[in-house]
């Protein structure tokens, strides 16, 4: 993954594309029509005699700026899709390594080692928790800043494959525009011939036309269903990255310290007179003695937070 983020590698994967785009075009797709039987062996078949044009020659053979953007943009989707493939995986969201290093610091209370190591990781995991330890020790403070981190990957993950739909959509314009070309091309071709211009006058704007709507589609096709894939692998990959990271920050969790001792219930009235029982007849009632009122606590004082740095 490292070595794929060089710029070296990306020449050498661009290379290797172009290098398998030039040999198959220069082994074609062009082959000889059979002989007609009784002719002689590389006789002349008739008017246009030769080799066919295969699909590869007629593109060869129309060489404008929209073929030359179509060609820049296909060789810019196969890198977009390559990358989107390699770095859309779940061992580089949260990978295993990454994951155990995180649980055995957060178990051994080392949460300095913790916030530097996820500030060097670059999983989704440790970019997600980062944040949230800077804002310890308050757990509602640090629940908000994962949610951020986590909402800002995502949507980066997502616009880096958005570039697909980009091409995939420009496709068929671009087909649309050399389509447009090429009627142009037979179209002055028939004014050139005054109106009596030969179907062979007209072939060569209309192969134009019906070539470039053909490099549009195969520049679409293949980007807008690997963006289609990709959207799909990305969700699902953000949200189990997400759980992850939601379950790592529960096991930090700060503990909240005593908030002082209960106040002590008061104490029920006594039995007898105390109790509200009038005396008997000509007996005075005497007094009843006032309860004892227990001397007030100090709240015992708050325990420190574990989660400390």
Do not use: W
């Amino acid at each position: 993954m490292r070595a794929y983020a060089s710029s070296k590698f990306r020449i050498l994967l661009l290379a290797a594309m172009l290098g398998a785009v030039v040999l198959i075009a220069a082994r074609g797709y062009a082959q000889a029509p059979a002989p007609a039987p009784g002719a002689a062996p590389g006789a002349d078949t008739g008017a246009g005699a030769g080799q066919r044009r295969g699909v590869v020659n007629l593109i060869m053979g129309n060489l404008d700026p929209v073929f030359f953007t179509i060609a820049a943009l296909s060789v810019a989707g196969v890198t977009l899709i390559i990358q989107g493939f390699i770095r859309n995986r779940a061992s580089v969201y949260m990978p295993p390594e990454s994951v155990n290093r995180i649980r055995e610091l957060i178990a051994a209370r080392q949460f300095n080692e913790l916030l530097d190591f996820t500030e060097r990781d670059p999983s989704f995991v440790s970019k997600a928790l980062n944040p949230a330890l800077k804002r310890a020790p308050s757990f509602s403070a640090m629940k908000e800043a994962m949610e951020t981190a986590i909402g800002e990957q995502t949507a980066e993950r997502f616009r880096s494959i958005e570039y697909l739909n980009i091409i995939g959509n420009l496709g068929p314009l671009l087909g649309l525009l050399g389509t447009v070309l090429g009627m142009i091309y037979a179209f002055d071709a028939m004014q050139a011939a005054r109106g009596s211009a030969s179907p062979s006058d007209l072939a060569e704007g209309i192969s134009v036309a019906l070539t470039h709507t053909f490099l549009g589609l195969l520049l679409a096709v293949p980007c807008l269903a690997a963006f289609g894939v990709l959207r799909t692998i990305v969700d699902r990959l953000t949200v189990r990255a997400a759980l992850v990271a939601e379950d790592l920050l529960l096991m930090i969790k700060p503990q909240e310290g005593s908030r002082g001792a209960p106040a002590s219930p008061r104490p029920s009235a006594s039995h007898g007179s105390a109790a509200g029982i009038p005396a008997a007849p000509g007996i005075p009632r005497k007094p009843a003695p006032a309860p004892a009122v227990p001397s007030p606590q100090a709240p015992a004082p708050a325990e420190p937070s574990s989660f400390q740095f």
